[in-house]
């Protein structure tokens, strides 16, 4: 912190420095959590602090200087993961078009997401058993993209009855959930232009008739 007097004579001011302290403090912190979504990454999904502290490059002391707990540390990095993530979310144009290309675009854009947010999304439904706050994130998540699923085939789910369009909204949001996508991508280990095939057959399917 500097300060210095004016030309006029007027009461000093203080001009305040970027302050250095608080920059290594965000970049340490920044780096445990993106070293938990590295370990994530690898299938390590629940990451010790000493784990942690090796990837990061800082000691196990330090890890929890930014963090209260291991809990804390792990919804940080779940939060930071989803914000990072959360253009993935958005599916251009939604709802516009023939179906044909919906269904393409829609298919094209929960694989991509997948592919970006899997392992965090497997942490986060281990962590979401016995951590409520987690649980509560995970459920909103999953509301907000069976609320995509009804905007973007609006067109076809309102010409149905009110029965048959819930089913059929609960059929395509199961087929394209993060569950079933783990499964066939990893799991079965099936190519994603294999998946993206095999969805939008059954898109088609379930939304034409």
Partial sequence: MAVSGTADGSPPSVSVSVDGRSAIRDRNRNAVLDAVLDLFSE??????????????????????????DH???????????????APLLVIAAIGEGPLDGRITRFVEARIRLQAEVGPTIRATRIRATFDPVVASQLESDRTRLRHQV???FAPELSAMDAGRAGSRLAA??????FESLDHY??????????????LADALHALLRS
């Avoid at 809990?71 to 993530?85: C, G, N, P, T, V």
């Avoid at 395509?172 to 959930?177: A, E, P, R, Y």
């Fill in 43 to 68: 299938d390590n999904l629940s990451p010790g602090p000493d784990e942690v502290a090796l990837r990061a490059g800082l000691s196990v002391r330090s890890v929890y200087r930014y963090f209260e």
């Fill in 71 to 85: 809990d804390a540390l792990s919804r940080a990095a779940i939060e930071r993961q989803l914000e990072r993530l």
């Fill in 150 to 152: 009804e905007r973007h």
């Fill in 172 to 177: 395509v949001d199961i087929l394209c959930s």
């Fill in 185 to 198: 991508l990893v799991h079965r280990r099936l190519d994603p232009g294999t998946v993206a095939a095999m």
